[in-house]
């Protein structure tokens, strides 16, 4: 069998984390979420894998290479073009994208799975593939049912009582939507799917080629499966699949390195005072990472590798990226350290940059300069005079 994972989508709703990864790269707990994709697919005897790329293609395809380290062969089709500032992505839409892989090669010569490159999933794609061939259709939508709150992130299906999909909307809103059960980015197709998917032109699966099958009545199925489905479609998805992992709320996902305590795992080469460090689990942290001694940790929370958290520092539920240094005088709750952004739960972004506290979040590799001493003294200094007004106030 073979299979094409969507990768060319510039990830808008995970902003700022896809201006440096696309959202395929993006890792639960060290691991990119592409990677379980590929995992799951030879486990099932899919061995010859399409990705389309283009946001960022690089990225993916200096990691995966030719899939030979991970048991399968992967090809990439790019999508976009060179000019003198660099590559240009201009990705030609889920359905687009497969017909372009078509054209070049007839690669899709027998039933084929698609899915988006942006989801954990655990599902069982080889009973999958047995329904689909009983029920002879030319395409099957895997489905699951979410809050009615949560189906305008969705494209949203209605279903016959011989399972056929007879309306099938596109993000709708909560009260438009014809019911909750949703479509989760897994297709299977036969080849015939072609004639549906014009060439040349950008062309979406779920807002264009789904209403164009039911329009034609073609035999076209939805199966709800019982599968864990973690999606990671924005930032907030990004740091629940996170906590989930950390967690164990993600059945068959392994932590990586090692558990040195109950519900506490590191890489290798860590520096911790363990008798000075408190730690409330659960917690990861990564490899080369130093978490020096009167430092707080409170999980669920994930330090990446090569971080460094000086005395004092008090972290939270917080996800920190590699590289990282947290100045003994921070205070995180709820935060998500990517670069050079501290990123809320809802998304809210503050560029540490371009503000004045950049030496209390900042890159470990970088040396702090004269503006950044002036600024922690003065910033120390606010706290001495705040402190000292407390306790005259409460002294009077």
Not at 114 to 123: E, K, M, P, R, S
Not at 179 to 193: M, Q
Request: glycine content about 10%.
């Amino acid at each position: 069998m073979k299979a094409m994972i969507l990768a060319a989508g510039k990830g808008t709703r995970v902003r700022p984390i896809t201006n440096e990864m696309p959202k395929p790269m993006i890792p639960i707990l060290r691991k990119p979420v592409m990677e379980s994709i590929v995992e799951l697919l030879r486990a099932h005897s899919v061995r010859e894998i399409v990705v389309n790329t283009s946001h960022l293609a690089p990225v993916i395809e200096n990691y995966f290479r030719d899939g030979n380290q991970l048991g399968v062969h992967i090809a990439y089709s790019y999508e976009g073009y060179m000019t003198e500032d660099g590559l240009e992505g201009k990705a030609l839409g889920s359905a687009g994208g497969m017909k372009r892989i078509q054209e070049f090669s007839g690669f899709f010569d027998e039933t084929f799975i698609v899915l988006c490159g942006d989801a954990w999933i655990d599902l069982d794609i080889s009973a999958a593939l047995r329904w689909h061939k009983e029920k002879g259709g030319i395409a099957t939508i895997i489905l699951q049912e979410v809050p009615h709150e949560e189906v305008h992130k969705y494209g949203v299906v209605k279903l016959d009582e011989h399972q056929r999909i007879v309306q099938f909307q596109e993000k709708p809103k909560s009260e438009e939507a014809v019911s909750n059960t949703i479509n989760t980015g897994i297709y299977i197709f036969e080849p015939d799917i072609f004639q549906y998917i014009p060439a040349g032109i950008e062309y979406d699966i779920g807002g264009q080629l789904f209403p164009a099958l039911v329009a034609a009545g073609e035999e076209f199925y939805g199966l709800p499966m019982d599968f864990q489905w973690v999606d990671i479609g924005s930032v907030p998805d990004v740091w629940a699949a996170t906590r989930m992992a950390l967690q164990g709320k993600i059945k068959g996902f392994r932590m990586p390195g090692k558990q040195v305590k109950p519900g506490v795992w590191t890489g290798i080469n860590v520096s911790i005072n363990w008798d000075r460090v408190k730690i409330k689990p659960p917690v990861y942290i990564g490899s080369s990472s130093k978490i020096e001694a009167g430092a707080e940790i409170t999980g669920p929370c994930m330090i990446g590798a090569n971080c460094v958290i000086e005395s004092g520092a008090e972290i939270s539920e917080c996800l920190i990226s590699d590289y990282t240094r947290i100045g003994g005088m921070a205070s995180l709750d709820n935060k998500l350290v990517f670069g050079g952004d501290c990123i809320s739960p809802d998304g809210n972004v503050l560029n540490l940059g371009e503000t004045q506290i950049r030496w209390l979040v900042d890159d470990m590799r970088r040396a702090l300069n004269p503006s950044d001493i002036h600024d922690m003294l003065l910033f120390s200094n606010m706290l001495i005079f705040h402190e000292v007004q407390a306790w005259e106030k409460e002294a009077a």
